[in-house]
């Protein structure tokens, strides 16, 4: 079973920059596709982004296009999603996601909170 450990949150002013990282053990996430979503206080988890398991195919979430960017080293078994220009509405705790058929495996989030 795949776990999967995000990191890189913390406190930042707006207009600031965070990368964010989702470390997988247990498995290999080379098989895996890969997303980030977020979850504002009091709102549903929404999704952010994801990768296909060779980053041939990218997409995100209009709220973040342009300013986020996802990647992934498969060597490292390792997820990114780098943050610029934050804003307060990017306040949330961010998950890490990945599945493969009918295996669906999250992280246990890290928080992200952007100060005006």
């Known amino acids: 079973q795949v776990q999967l450990v995000e990191s890189g949150g913390g406190l930042v002013q707006a207009g600031d920059s965070l990368r964010l990282s989702c470390a997988a053990s247990?498995?290999?996430?080379?098989?895996?596709?890969m997303a980030w979503f977020r979850q504002a206080p009091g709102k549903e988890r929404v999704f952010v982004a994801a990768?296909?398991?060779?980053?041939?195919?990218?997409d995100y979430a209009d709220s973040v296009k342009d300013r986020f960017t996802i990647s992934r080293d498969n060597a490292k078994n390792t997820v990114y999603l780098q943050m610029n220009s934050l804003e307060p509405e990017d306040t949330a705790v961010y998950y890490c996601?990945?599945?493969?058929?009918?295996?669906?495996?999250w992280g246990q989030g890290t928080l992200v909170t952007v100060s005006s």
């Open positions: 996601r990945g599945w493969r058929y009918a295996m669906d495996y």
């Open positions: 990768i296909s398991r060779r980053s041939g195919y990218i």
């Open positions: 247990g498995g290999s996430i080379s098989n895996y596709g």
